[in-house]
């Protein structure tokens, strides 16, 4: 038991798709976890860093300053760390802001947006204890080593098994051609 | 406002009739008199030629002369190319700056003056060169930047406070402060020994086979840079059936080429003949010279030209009293280096963006309206006419055995004779450099940027196809040049200039420059090394022309012949993070008013 490969996982700026795509695996979930013990992950609601994690699986690029700092707490507590899907290894489609100034993105989402509610006086939030929002949104490799990229959005759960099991195992990742088409 | 602009509209409609390949000039005329060409032009323009809005505003902002924004009623254009930058450009983008109180991409407050880069604008042999108005600036200092804008700002027409051009540079006609410097004489090119109508009259006496037989005999190859045998050529184009043309591609982009210039300043009946000649050989009625918006200072001096031969009836109607019908016009681009691409310079002759097409079928198939066309370059066309001067055995017996005749070459960079200099092919690169008075010569981006940056070995090869080829661009180095940094500076260049049609060139040419930045900036690693050489393997299989395909050029030669450059720059860690959080949250920071307490690292200051 003390042996099995020690697993966090995180969302950043990633819409938990991936992360259900990791539940996807089904019943495949209880090998999982005689494979691997999972740590600080939404999946098991621990919030910190107790001790050195073996894998870290990074869901979503960082569009703000807190998901740069997750990240770089990641990157300090796992000995292998990957990117899985689109956002993380792409920015995905929170990078559809990328390219537009900061100040129009908050305008349109927080004054002017068809959603805001006419009623209130709209305000940006600025309360202090908020991440600041970064000029674009970036791929998790520009800011920490990235070991492993897991294509897909989401990244198919048979794919994840793979390369959960294979990387545990020790053995060779053989990427099967339907599990990096898209169409 | 808007009557007038109709009115300038019209105008341009009724001298050329309302047919689609006449848009870029409609566009031209509304960018020269309104600044800019925004939706309520486009919406005109509509109206009065039935081209739908968005097909003109694809048309319209594909050009990077034609801005939707008020461009100022002077525009500047620096060119901010590799030689330009050699040549000091850096202190000229400052002064430009300094005195108008504006950066670049900028407009003033009163909309007089908008300050903008160019890409290449064929003066590598007189750099820093801008473009004001359509006037061009050579050999430009801090003092004379300052001299020119006080003279602009007090009024003084542009036109006024240029200097003495060179050569055929100081007529009435072209006026401009441009030196020719035509460096030595030769066989084909530079010399007295060219007749008008010799050669035409001469070409007039055989049939359409003999003509392409002559040239195939005389063994010439394009001289546009790939080195296609300009007889066969001919022969493809003449077997197809449609109304034949004949085009003479003067898009010059390619930075550190500016031998066409020359070509046309000085010798523009040879081409204008050569021309001709390749019309009686493949029966065209019309020809095309598609001259790049740069080179505009010289359209009036060569519509003379024209029309001069036009007097002599070398072209026009029953040419010499034959059968033989054939007229030339001037076709002026807009500002895209891709337009020198043959396809693309066809798509944008007829009028629309200038992507290149999909091939083949081939210009020769169809090419210009869907009709069989040649595309030459025009050193091509002006050596045919040297060719039906002296005969084909005397030009097969210059040069080699695979590259005959002569080969005008354009040197730049640092030497002590920058200039055009005509030579037989199978020189060496080592008696170039002796001619140019070349010193301590390091490196040498041979063909431009889409040629290769070689090294000190390569010095004793022969420039010719069957050796080292190129279509004439010599931009050299000495050893106090940071050479890197030239190769980054071309990948700026092919970002600029790439039409974004497919994936592998838009996007390969960014990774490209981003990666080099990031090794420049000494935070590559032997993984960014790694995406280079991976990245440029893709563009050369995967692009849909020859921009993609050879637009890593400067990047794989660079890397093989001066691994040195990489190693010296590069990283030992095996990461290293290119991620400022300071300056990724300045922005957010200073919108919300709030103190950026940030550092690089991202801790708290
Ligand atoms: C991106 C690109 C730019 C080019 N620019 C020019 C040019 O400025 N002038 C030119 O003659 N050929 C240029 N070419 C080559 C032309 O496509 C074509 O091969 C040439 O005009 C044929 O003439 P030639 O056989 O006389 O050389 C360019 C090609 C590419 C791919
Ligand atoms: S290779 Fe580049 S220039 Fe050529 S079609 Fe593709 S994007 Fe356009």
């Known amino acids: ?6 697993v966090a996982t995180a969302s950043l700026a990633g819409c938990f798709g991936c992360h259900m795509s990791l539940l996807d695996i089904d019943e495949r979930i209880l090998d999982l976890i005689q494979l691997v013990e999972f740590d600080k992950s939404p999946i098991t609601d621990i919030k910190n860093f107790e001790r050195k994690c073996d894998i870290g699986i990074i869901e979503g690029g960082c569009c703000n300053s807190e998901n740069v700092e997750n990240l770089k707490l990641f990157r300090k507590n796992c000995n292998i760390l990957v990117s899985l899907g689109e956002c993380a290894i792409m920015g995905g489609l929170p990078a559809m802001r990328n390219g537009i100034p900061i100040q129009e993105c908050l305008e349109e989402a927080y004054l002017n947006g068809v959603t805001v509610d006419v009623g209130d006086e709209p305000i940006i939030p600025n309360d202090e204890e908020l991440p600041m929002i970064l000029d674009r949104v970036y791929p998790c490799h520009e800011v920490v080593k990235i070991d492993y990229h897991i294509p ?5 759960a048979d794919l994840i098994w793979d390369f959960l099991t294979t990387l545990v195992t020790g053995k060779d990742l053989e990427l099967k051609y339907e599990t990096l088409k898209y169409d | 406002m808007a009557e007038d602009l109709e009115k300038t509209i019209k105008k341009v409609i009724l001298d050329t009739r309302v047919e689609r390949e006449h848009l870029l000039e409609i566009l031209w005329s509304v960018q020269r008199s309104e600044r800019k060409i925004d939706h309520n032009a486009i919406k005109l323009i509509s109206k009065l030629t039935g081209i739908s809005t968005l097909d003109i505003e694809a048309t319209a902002s ?6 939707e924004e008020h461009a100022g009623d002077i525009t500047i254009h620096l060119n901010d190319s590799g030689t330009s930058y050699l040549a000091g450009a850096t202190e000229v983008e400052n002064a430009f700056k300094r005195e108008l109180g ?11 003056f908008g300050l903008f880069f160019t890409s290449c604008i064929g003066m590598c042999d007189q750099e820093p060169a801008a473009l004001i108005n359509d006037v061009v600036f050579t050999n430009l200092t801090d003092s004379k930047i300052a001299s020119i ?4 700002k007090s009024g003084i027409a542009i036109e006024k406070i240029i200097g003495e051009g060179e050569g055929n540079n100081a007529l009435e006609l072209i006026k401009s402060e441009i030196s020719n410097n035509i460096r030595n004489s030769g066989e084909v090119f530079f010399n007295d020994k060219y007749v008008k109508g010799e ?5 007039l006496t055989k049939s359409g086979d003999e003509i392409i037989a002559e040239v195939k005999s005389s063994g010439l190859r394009g001289r546009g840079g790939a080195g296609f045998s300009a007889g066969l050529k001919w022969e493809f184009c003449k077997k197809n059936i449609g109304d034949h043309y004949v085009i003479a591609n003067i898009d010059e982009g390619e930075p550190g080429t500016f031998k066409d210039r020359i070509l046309l300043t000085q010798y523009p009946q040879q081409i204008f003949e050569g021309m001709t000649i390749a019309a009686l050989a493949i029966g065209a009625e019309r020809g095309i010279i598609y001259l790049r918006a740069e080179y505009k200072y010289l359209k009036n001096y060569l519509e003379n030209c024209l029309e001069e031969m036009r007097k002599a009836n070398l072209l026009g109607e029953k040419i010499q009293s034959s059968s033989f019908n054939f007229d030339i016009s001037i076709k002026i681009g807009a500002g895209a280096y891709i337009c020198g691409e043959e396809s693309a310079l066809i798509e944008s002759a007829e009028g629309k963006r200038g992507e290149p097409r999909n091939r083949p079928p081939f210009p020769v198939e169809k090419g210009f309206l869907g009709n069989p066309t040649v595309v030459n370059n025009p050193e091509t066309f002006a050596a045919v006419t040297s060719i039906f001067r002296e005969g084909a055995d005397w030009f097969a017996a210059l040069g080699t055995k695979e590259s005959t005749g002569t080969k005008l070459f354009s040197i730049s960079g640092d030497c002590e004779r920058p200039g055009v200099y005509e030579f037989q092919f199978g020189i060496t690169v080592e008696e170039v450099l002796k001619e140019v008075g070349a010193k301590n010569t390091f490196a040498i981006q041979i063909g431009g940027p889409s040629g290769k940056l070689i090294s000190q070995k390569f010095f004793s090869r022969k420039i010719c196809f069957e050796d080292l080829p190129t279509g004439g661009a010599l931009t050299i180095f000495d050893n106090h040049r940071d050479l890197l940094k030239m190769v980054k ?9 790439s039409c974004g049609f497919c994936i592998p060139c838009r996007a390969g040419n960014v990774l490209l420059q981003k990666t080099l930045t990031k090794i420049l900036d000494k935070k590559g690693t032997k993984q960014d090394i790694e995406l280079l050489q991976e990245c440029s393997s893709v563009m050369k299989i995967a692009s849909r022309c020859g921009l993609g395909l050879s637009s890593s050029n400067p990047v794989t030669s660079s890397f093989e012949n001066f691994p040195e450059i990489y190693d010296n720059l590069l990283s030992k860690e095996s990461f290293v993070s290119t991620f400022d959080m300071s300056q990724a949250v300045a922005e957010s920071c200073k919108y919300v008013n709030r103190e950026n307490t940030f550092n690089q690292e991202g801790s708290h200051e």
């Open chain 2, 102 to 112: 504006i950066k670049f991409g900028e407009v003033t407050q009163d909309q007089r």
């Open chain 2, 149 to 152: 804008i006080s003279q602009l």
């Open chain 1, 152 to 156: 897909g959005c989401a990244p198919n």
């Open chain 2, 62 to 67: 594909f050009y990077h002369f034609f801005t």
């Open chain 2, 199 to 203: 050669a035409l009259k001469n070409a």
């Open chain 1, 1 to 6: 038991m003390a042996n099995k490969p020690i």
């Open chain 2, 489 to 497: 500076l071309y990948m700026d260049f092919f970002v600029e200039e």
